[in-house]
């Protein structure tokens, strides 16, 4: 079983950076592991669906971002230390929400397509 976790979350001031974390452990049935899946961080504000932020592959030569998040947050990954990241810069209260990380077999940001889900870590932005 495929386990994550983030962490990172908290109150900032708009304007200010973050990074969130991701560390994942364990492996599936079938022995695959971290460095296997593609990665993905979404968010779900109040009253909102959860929506995909940023992607990343498991090598990490793609990535994708949401428009409302481009040039602001960057998706890396660290296969070494089973760890990806959301560096968040220039922090708008907009993007206030709980954001999850989550693991898929394919480079995706279809929802249902993602296998394992962290349990979140909340980001709040004051204006």
């Known amino acids: 079983q495929v386990q994550l976790v983030e962490s990172g979350g908290g109150l900032v001031q708009a304007g200010d950076s973050l990074r969130l974390s991701c560390a994942a452990s364990?492996?599936?049935?079938?022995?695959?592991?971290?460095?296997?899946?593609?990665m993905g961080w979404f968010r779900q504000a109040p009253g909102k669906e959860r929506e995909c932020v940023a992607t990343?592959?498991?090598?990490?030569?793609?990535?994708y971002y949401a428009d409302s998040v481009k040039g602001r947050f960057t998706i890396s990954r660290d296969n070494a230390k089973n760890t990806v990241y959301l560096q968040m810069n220039s922090l708008k209260p907009e993007d206030t929400a709980v954001y999850y990380c989550?693991?898929?077999?394919?480079?995706?940001?279809?929802?249902?397509?993602?296998?394992?889900w962290g349990q979140g870590t909340q980001v709040t932005v004051s204006s």
């Open positions: 364990g492996r599936t049935a079938s022995g695959r592991t971290f460095s296997r899946f593609a």
């Open positions: 989550a693991a898929s077999n394919t480079f995706t940001t279809d929802l249902a397509r993602y296998d394992y």
């Open positions: 990343i592959s498991w090598i990490g030569g793609n990535t």
